[in-house]
């Protein structure tokens, strides 16, 4: 059983930087994609960021450009750098990996104010 623990998140005025972690208890090679997703109150969870086993990554258009996804094969952990923060970016991001099974974390709470 896989676990994938998410830590980074706070609350960061608008304009500022955060740093998502996802720290899986296994080996990342084996996951085919990992993927950030976010979901805001009363809305959907939206994916945000990919990460293919070959390095292939991909974005949201809403966060093209401000957020990139990347990953530590020594420590097991996929990242999210997100600048340029802005209020709608607010919600709580999930870590998702895929072998399959699919495996998600408990979420990480972000909040830009304005």
């Known amino acids: 059983q896989v676990q994938l623990v998410e830590s980074g998140g706070g609350l960061v005025q608008a304009g500022g930087s955060l740093r998502l972690s996802c720290a899986a208890s296994?080996?990342?090679?084996?996951?085919?994609?990992m993927n950030w997703y976010r979901q805001a109150p009363g809305k959907q969870r939206d994916l945000v960021a990919l990460?293919?086993?070959?390095?292939?990554?991909n974005y949201a258009d809403s966060v093209k450009g401000r957020f990139t996804i990347s990953r530590d094969y020594a420590k097991n952990t996929v990242y999210l750098q997100m600048n340029s923060l802005k209020a709608e970016d607010t919600a709580v991001y999930y870590c998702?990996?895929?072998?399959?099974?699919?495996?998600w974390g408990q979420g990480t709470q972000v909040t830009v104010s304005s």
């Open positions: 998702n990996a895929v072998l399959p099974p699919t495996y």
């Open positions: 296994g080996s990342i090679l084996s996951f085919n994609v």
């Open positions: 990460i293919t086993s070959g390095g292939l990554t």
